[in-house]
């Protein structure tokens, strides 16, 4: 057990270590810049850089036990805070005192090793053999990436060339077939000469075509060899995120009484490091909603004939079709769909009539809506109703599912399946209403071609009858809120038919055309299109064109109902908009949460940036905003409220984990017209305060 326990360490010291060496490398460039002097606005935004670092440093240091690194570092984060805040110079005493203190640290991290005793042999005065390993920043091996990735776009652009050739052999041939039809008339001898102009055209163009296949070959599998092996070199065992997790769950349960054995199975299965590090909080949620919720006390444990110690095991396993699946379960209480249901009733998302017809399944699905906790109690751990809507969140951007089983009595199951990579997607390229977007081809279980004559009305929505089920269908136009350009609903010609799978559900949907599926390569969303509607990601196809990647989900969730004209609801009275702002998920789907549930629509924004820019595309009654934020922080914000005269009098409310009086001074000078400290946050006070405000 102890053998265990110490290889356990090693490991978790090991990753610290490797993950410390980089940010105490960003830590010195740093200071050695700000040593060297930079403008002003350089010098705040390094300052501001440094003092990320350093936070994202202590945590870490905290995560392994080393106390003394953390209490560096909270030093360091100290006098970094008060160079933001303009209450001390950057002078060279300042400076010297940081590299002090980073010095120290990474002291620490090495383990200070002693130099060699005088005169001991080093090999008769020989340098030591050089290692077989050259070590390389993890950020040049992400450029080494992307530079790839342009060399596959240079790829699917050679496949798209291959098309075209090959549509311009086909165009050749057929005119030549025309012109010997038309041979057998008048026009004869002109046809005869116009064969013989085409034919030497056609045959040069599919030599052309042969070379150009040629060449498209050798380029992908040059690009595919190269590109799988700078994937490969980004392979980190799962062990890299998983060693983290005992110590989170026994320290956990240790604090609620409880006893857990952890298991870890597929710890060395490699997957791609930035999979790794998206999954690392969807997991610690999920780890904590099992100690928490799952995992009982051991008298009750005993009382139902269970081991006193729970246990709570995470599963890595590798699935078809380059995919991954993490599973943790529990041995717990399980989750109960009658308290689901209670619970959406309490919260207000079910009504009586919606809760008594709700089944069991469709019952633990609403879990992961935001804001639905069974919790009744809110605690630092629980609570909120916020862990599984993160996870879900989390796991839909990298283009995965996530299921979640129980039985009540017995433990609870959750399923993520993710993609071992993110750099290249395959994707049913479809057409609508003069667009092309791009459906994952995992979410694709058929497309048909449908008659007039095959629908069919069931409960006011149009279906078709595939594989025993009726699957309700509706227009990928309407879904998206695409302008019809030839009144299409009234169409008889066959339509094309995508059927759609996501969970249990299915979904028809209706497309112009389907082009087949693609390899594409993948872009991630960025400011100020994080969040847009329907869309995980943007594929760049071999002819450049950028094309939105559909999230199924999102799709089958918002389908209208064709079919039936549903009557006209009546107007609702206007509800007031905030727009909360924080760079933190948690925080800002906590807030999201909590004023949508006070009747409230809100919007959220990412950073300062990305609020600044919802400002001005539309309108807010109030804006609820955190203040240490990257790229425009709070207090700047506010500022550029109070400047633009169209939006002076908006108010503004600050949330933030500042607290010392010249903070809240700047904020009120700032035009904040309150300041609300995190650590004596409470929500009924935060509502009551927009309520006046608004």
């Known amino acids: ?147 790839t990735e342009d060399l596959f776009l240079s790829k699917l652009a050679a496949e798209e060339r291959v098309r075209d050739a090959e549509t311009l052999v086909e ?63 980004r392979l980190t065992p799962a062990a890299s995120v998983l060693d983290a997790f005992p110590r989170i769950a026994r320290e956990l349960a240790r604090e609620q009484g409880k006893e857990v054995e952890w298991t870890a199975r597929g710890a060395e299965l490699e997957v791609d490091r930035r999979v790794l590090a998206a999954i690392k909080d969807p997991l610690l949620h999920l780890v904590r909603n099992a100690v928490d919720h799952g995992i009982e006390p051991p008298a009750v444990r005993t009382a139902a004939g269970k081991e006193p110690r729970g246990r709570v095991t995470v599963t890595v396993a590798a699935r078809e079709g380059g995919r991954v ?49 069974t919790s009744r109690t809110v605690t630092d751990v629980s609570g909120h109703g916020l862990g599984l809507a993160i996870v879900k969140e989390q796991v839909g951007r990298l283009g995965g599912r996530v299921e979640l089983e129980s039985d009540p009595g017995r433990g609870t199951r959750v399923r993520m399946l993710l993609p071992a990579t993110v750099a290249t997607f395959r994707g049913v390229l479809v057409e ?11 979410a694709v279980e058929r497309v048909l071609a449908v008659s007039p004559g095959e629908l069919r009305a069931v409960e006011g929505r149009r279906t ?73 990601e943007v594929g760049l196809l071999g002819t450049g064109e950028l094309v939105p990647v559909l999230r199924p989900e999102e799709l089958v969730r918002s389908a209208p109902a064709t079919g039936a004209a549903a009557p006209a609801a009546p107007a609702e009275p206007r509800r007031p908009a905030v727009l909360v702002v924080d ?51 709070g207090f700047e914000l506010t500022a550029r409220i109070r400047s633009d005269p169209a939006l002076a009098d908006l ?12 903070d809240r001074e700047r904020g009120i000078e700032a035009g904040a017209n309150a300041y609300v400290v995190k650590s004596s946050f409470d929500q009924s006070n935060l509502l009551e305060l927009v309520q006046r405000l608004v």
């Not at 002090?100 to 200070?112: P, T």
């Not at 009504?351 to 019952?363: C, F, K, N, V």
């Not at 108010?651 to 010249?662: D, F, I, K, M, Q």
Request: proline share 5%; aromatic share 2%.
């Open 651 to 662: 108010p503004v409310v600050l949330v933030t984990a500042l607290e010392s009086r010249e």
């Open 325 to 373: 699946e993490v599973l943790v379960e529990d041995d717990g209480r399980g989750i109960d769909p009658a308290g689901v249901r209670e619970a959406a009733l309490r919260t207000r998302l079910l009504s009586e009539e919606q809760s008594a017809q709700l089944g069991d399944r469709a019952a633990l699905d609403l879990l992961f809506r935001s804001g639905l906790s």
């Open 464 to 536: 078709i009858r595939w594989n025993g089920l009726a699957v309700p269908l509706a227009r990928l136009g309407d879904v998206l809120g695409l302008p019809d350009r030839d009144g299409g609903a009234g169409r008889e010609d066959p339509l094309v038919c995508v059927v759609l799978a996501a969970g249990d559900e299915r979904l028809g949907l209706l497309v112009e055309q389907v082009e087949g599926d693609r390899e594409v390569a993948v872009k991630q969303l960025g400011p100020p299109l994080v969040r847009l509607r329907h869309t995980a």
């Open 171 to 233: 165009g050749l041939a057929r005119a030549r077939l025309e012109l010997g039809r038309d041979g057998a008339g008048a026009a004869g001898p002109e046809a005869g000469r116009g064969r013989s102009v085409l034919a030497p055209l056609e045959t040069e163009a599919r030599a052309m075509l042969d070379r150009l296949a040629q060449d498209e070959r050798r380029i992908a599998s040059a690009v595919g060899r190269l590109h799988d092996e700078v994937r490969r070199l």
């Open 583 to 633: 760079d933190a998920i948690t925080t800002r789907v906590m807030e999201t949460t909590m004023l949508e549930a006070a009747g409230y629509r809100v919007q959220a924004a990412v950073d300062g940036v990305d609020a600044w820019t919802a400002l001005k595309s539309g309108e807010f009654d109030l804006v609820v905003s955190d203040v240490d934020m990257p790229r425009m922080n």
């Open 1 to 147: 057990m102890a053998d265990g326990e110490d290889d356990f360490k090693a490991r978790l010291l090991a990753t610290f270590a490797a993950e410390a060496e980089e940010h105490l490398r960003v830590l010195n460039a740093n200071l050695l810049a700000l040593g060297r002097g930079l403008p002003p606005d350089q010098a705040r935004a390094t300052v501001e850089a440094t003092f990320r670092e350093m936070h994202t440093l202590k945590g870490a240091s905290r995560s392994v036990g080393l106390t003394e690194a953390e209490a560096l570092c909270k030093t360091c984060e100290s006098v970094l805070s008060e160079l933001t805040q303009g209450r001390r110079e950057l002078d060279a005493a300042t400076l010297r005192l940081l590299q002090e203190q980073v010095d120290a640290v990474e002291r620490l991290v090495s383990g200070s090793p002693a130099p060699p005793a005088p005169g001991r042999p080093t090999g008769a005065g020989q340098p030591p053999p050089a290692a077989d390993t050259v070590r390389l920043d993890a950020s040049r091996l992400d450029d080494l990436l992307y530079q």
């Open 432 to 442: 609508e209403r003069g667009r092309r977007f791009l459906l994952p081809v995992a």
